[in-house]
């Protein structure tokens, strides 16, 4: 009875009453940014006097928000190709090795999913200060790919362990070498896993701001870098008009992804 | 046998111990960022807790004998403990309808969820700052429908970083919950209700018992990502209602004092991994902190 829609009686209303307003308190606040990233107000002000695309134009006429989000996407690209290759190398060993301590090595190499980022984000800031790597585009690299990784080995390791491994094997019966049969037979099948640990790392890196604060120097910062030191000085619509950018990426990437997955499936 | 590259029970005794120092050395690229750049600035952070300015337990004396430390830590827990109440408090109505309602309705609140969970953290925490904010839409509206006279303070306070919060882990309380709710057999409640148990009974007796483990493992999720938050505590939050994530960065970066650092980083190490520990014992692995 409670977990028949059709027969809650008046509670189908209140939950559906629930949800929906829950679903809009979700929602709005990111059309809201967007509408007013088009909206005249230096203010802010909603519903705005006029529309305009002046934030727009100072964003792109402004070289230092550019270089940040070059910088922004640099470094996911970076981070995302190292990423999937060590963690395709990894969860290889993970998936179909049989030594002691396995567990305890997935484990750890998880770990930096659940520790909390500014932890480590001190850590490594202390870290790097004292070999030189604090300000650099490695020093971004690196700490990304620490909390990247985890992402990536839980997406491969998921689609290997789906793998018969028979297959592969009979590719290096019919002569094929193994790494070849590995390179042409395991990795197409397992390519959907691949591609889901491609978008994680990416937008794991490119949204990444707790790191990246600590990672930064006066010339070297990405997009969120970018965002929070101007959020500290005052509200701009400009930081809107960046964050409709950065919502754009993200969408367009969760339907590539979606599609990616679609087109596997037929 | 030659084909067999990777284990298999099959090979010899030699065979498979070459094969594993085969499979182990492919986790070594991973194995070593971990250790070389997570495990040991880590623990090397900790350390200088117990050895800066002068080696003993100097630091954490004055971090648990201090008492606007001991403020922050008690509004740290305070805040997390509200923005997980609050969350299961919405989570659990709205995941009880995901789990049931029709696909075509359930479709678009996943898009939304998914969408919301995968936007950028500060664009998120930066509309709120303008939602809320004096001359912001919440307070003209509240005003305009004279609920209110004066623009009421929603930021930089309890109220403010509480909203914020909740907004970032709704998705995270939601989803789990649908799954522990989509995999209850409806005839129980059939059950309940031909054994005469009205919708009151059966929600309290019946599907709110059969919920509550993963009541309990989406709360101790929340309330642990909630302890470590920076972002948005900081820029949502103020000065006055300062979070544990917020004071261990300016005892480094403002300071410069990582005797002090490493001690708060230590304690919140030290909470969120006993509470992680404590989910791990009673629900097993579960997907912890994803995004």
Redesign the interface.
């Given at each position: 009875?409670?977990?028949?829609?059709d027969r809650?009686?008046a509670?189908k209303w209140?939950?559906?009453a629930?949800?929906g307003l829950?679903?809009a308190?979700?929602?709005l606040?990111?059309l809201?940014?967007a509408a007013?990233s088009f909206g005249s107000s230096q203010?802010?002000?909603?519903p705005p006097p006029s529309w305009t695309l002046r934030w727009y134009a100072d964003f792109f006429a402004d070289p230092r928000w550019l270089e940040a989000a070059w910088t922004s996407f640099r470094i996911a690209a970076i981070v995302t190709v190292l990423s999937v290759l060590?963690?395709l190398?990894?969860s290889?060993?993970?998936v179909?090795?049989?030594?002691i301590g396995k567990e305890a090595?997935r484990a750890?190499?998880l770990?930096?999913?659940?520790?909390?980022?500014?932890?480590?984000?001190?850590?490594?800031?202390?870290?790097f200060l004292r070999i030189g790597l604090n300000g650099t585009t490695t020093g971004f690299v690196?700490?990304h790919?620490?909390v990247a990784?985890p992402f990536s080995?839980?997406s491969i390791t998921n689609v290997l362990e789906g793998f018969d491994?028979s297959i592969e094997?009979a590719a290096?019966?019919c002569g094929a070498h193994?790494l070849e049969a590995k390179i042409r037979v395991t990795l197409p099948a397992i390519s959907h896993g691949l591609f889901s640990a491609a978008v994680f790392s990416f937008?794991?890196s490119w949204?990444e701001?707790?790191l990246a604060?600590?990672m930064a120097s006066p010339t070297l910062q990405t997009l969120?870098v970018k965002?929070?030191a101007t959020?500290?000085q005052d509200?701009t619509p400009v930081?809107?008009a960046a964050?409709t950018l950065?919502?754009i990426v993200?969408?367009a990437l969760?339907l590539l992804a979606a599609l990616v997955r679609k087109g596997l499936k037929s | 046998m030659a084909l067999l590259t990777d284990t298999s029970s099959s090979a010899g005794a030699v065979k498979s111990r070459v094969v594993r120092q085969y499979n182990f050395a492919q986790t070594l690229p991973a194995l070593l960022l971990i250790l070389v750049f997570f495990v040991l600035p880590v623990l090397a952070l900790l350390l200088r807790s117990v050895m800066e300015p002068e080696p003993g337990f100097g630091n954490y004396a004055e971090l648990l004998g201090t008492t606007t430390y001991l403020k922050i830590f008690l509004n740290t827990f305070i805040v997390s403990a509200l923005v997980t109440v609050v969350s299961l408090l919405i989570g659990f109505p709205v995941a009880w309808a995901l789990a049931i309602m029709p696909s075509r309705l359930s479709t678009v609140v996943f898009a939304i969820l998914i969408l919301s969970m995968w936007t950028n953290l500060l664009t998120r925490t930066y509309a709120w700052m303008v939602l809320l904010q004096r001359t912001g839409v919440i307070n003209k509206t509240l005003m305009g429908l004279g609920l209110i006279n004066e623009p009421l303070p929603l930021v930089n306070n309890l109220i403010g970083v509480t909203i914020g919060m909740t907004y970032i882990m709704l998705p995270f309380i939601i989803l789990p919950l649908y799954g522990v709710i989509r995999r209850i057999d409806p005839a129980i409640l059939q059950a309940a209700a031909l054994c005469g148990a009205t919708r009151f009974q059966a929600l309290t007796r019946i599907l709110i018992p059969l919920a509550a483990p993963g009541m309990v493992s989406g709360a101790l999720m929340v309330f642990v990502m909630s302890l470590g938050y920076f972002v948005t505590p900081a820029l949502l939050g103020g000065t006055a209602n300062m979070m544990l994530a917020e004071l261990i960065a300016q005892f480094v970066q403002s300071l410069v004092n990582w005797g002090m650092g490493g001690a708060a980083a230590l304690v919140l190490l030290v909470v969120t991994l006993t509470l992680y520990a404590i989910q791990l014992r009673l629900f097993g692995p579960a997907r912890i902190g994803e995004r």
């Open positions: 009875m409670l977990l028949n829609f809650l009686g509670w209140i939950l559906l629930i949800t829950t679903a308190f979700l929602i606040p990111i809201f940014i007013l203010w802010l002000i909603f060590i963690g190398v990894a290889f060993g993970l179909r090795g049989r030594f090595l750890l190499f770990t930096p999913m659940i520790l909390p980022v500014v932890v480590l984000a001190v850590a490594l800031y202390a870290f690196i700490a790919l620490v990784l080995i839980l491994k094997d290096v019966l193994p937008l794991t949204d701001v707790v604060i600590f969120p965002i929070w959020l500290r509200l930081v809107a964050s950065l919502i993200t969408i969760m | -």
